[in-house]
């Protein structure tokens, strides 16, 4: 990620130019909530010369704000002879941080198979890659986690394009003042009932203050540098065999094993191992015979000197000892 340097006026055209770099493909879409980070970013790829599939999802939490938000969205797509495709959650109500992401991200999967794209485009900016960041070291994340969001990663099956990361959100609403355009205000992003809420609004402006300057800087800093870790590390692993041998593993230092661990379970497309179950896994390659872990979606079996995934549900496994 380079950090664009858009001070006074001008921002625009960091925009623009934060765009063109990442560009590969003439069809993708472009998740827009209305707010200003993502129709920004859907005004920038349009006057890019692109066409994207304009991707709203209404999470129901509230009611005819959030429904004329998405006739806001799709009014805005129509005026610039896009498509737009308009989800909704299954029940009205707010629900947790969590059960929301996962709702809307499998719209979004969804939504795209239908439309034949196979790159979605999301406005996260530095702001939200600090909160991410921070949120991330509270929750004892390893390096994986500190890095923060990439500019470019696959996720759920597509391609995930986010590439206003070098731009704050001042500066973000600085450029879409610039080009006159409007958007829509989400109240519940005051609502402190939420984590990353209180973390934008209360935990670093605190940090701020108590540190004596501005610690976004060096969260997305750090969020660079872990980056630039990962992939050193997807190199310095090279191709993880389906049953890894545990032999060769044992032979190895405890943090190549963690990340070993962690690189095969995604790769059996087990994502989002918590540091329990990674370090669970990682004690199979020091036992002997046979014996079993169980996680959330299944459960690994080592049987002779083999690692195994088990995609299956309700068995209580024996622990390695």
């Known amino acids: 990620m380079r950090q664009i340097e858009a001070r006074g006026k001008g921002v625009w055209s960091g ?9 590969r493909t003439k069809k993708v879409a472009v998740g827009v909530s209305g707010g200003a980070d993502s129709v920004v970013l859907a005004e920038a790829v349009w006057r890019a010369g692109r066409k994207p599939v304009i991707l709203h999802f209404n ?43 996962e709702v809307r991200w499998n719209f979004f999967r969804q939504a795209a198979k239908r439309c034949g794209v196979k790159e979605l485009w999301l406005a996260q900016q ?15 994340a390893g390096p994986d986690g500190l890095a923060g969001m990439a500019e470019r990663s ?46 934008r609004r209360k935990v670093l402006p605190y940090l701020a203050k108590s540190y004596g300057r501005e610690v976004r800087v060096a969260l997305c800093r750090a969020a660079e540098i872990f980056a630039g870790e990962r992939e050193h590390w997807k190199k310095e692993l090279g191709t993880i065999p389906v049953r890894p041998d545990v032999r060769e593993w044992r032979k190895k230092t405890v943090a190549w094993q963690r ?14 191992a918590n540091y329990a179950e990674i370090e669970g896994v990682r004690n199979l390659v020091g036992v002997g015979g046979t014996a079993c872990w169980q996680l959330r979606g299944g459960w690994v079996k080592r049987s002779k000197n083999k ?12 622990r390695a000892r």
């Open 259 to 272: 990340r070993a661990v962690r690189g095969w379970l995604e790769q059996v497309a087990y994502r989002g």
């Open 59 to 101: 999470h129901r939490w509230r009611g005819r704000v959030g429904d004329a938000d998405a006739k806001w969205v799709e009014a805005w797509g129509k005026k610039r002879g896009l498509r737009v495709v308009v989800g909704r959650a299954p029940k009205a109500g707010r629900t947790g941080e969590g059960e929301a992401r």
């Open 126 to 140: 530095a702001d939200d890659q600090a909160e991410t960041v921070l949120m991330q070291l509270l929750r004892g």
């Open 15 to 23: 925009v623009m130019e934060a765009v063109g770099r990442v560009v």
């Open 154 to 199: 696959n996720q759920a099956g597509m391609v995930v394009v986010r590439p206003l990361l070098g731009l704050t959100r001042e500066e973000v609403r600085r450029a879409a003042k610039e080009e006159g355009l409007s958007w829509r205000e989400d109240r519940t992003n005051e609502d402190e009932r939420g984590w990353r809420s209180r973390v």
């Open 307 to 318: 690692l195994f995934w088990v995609r299956e549900m309700g068995r209580i496994a024996k």
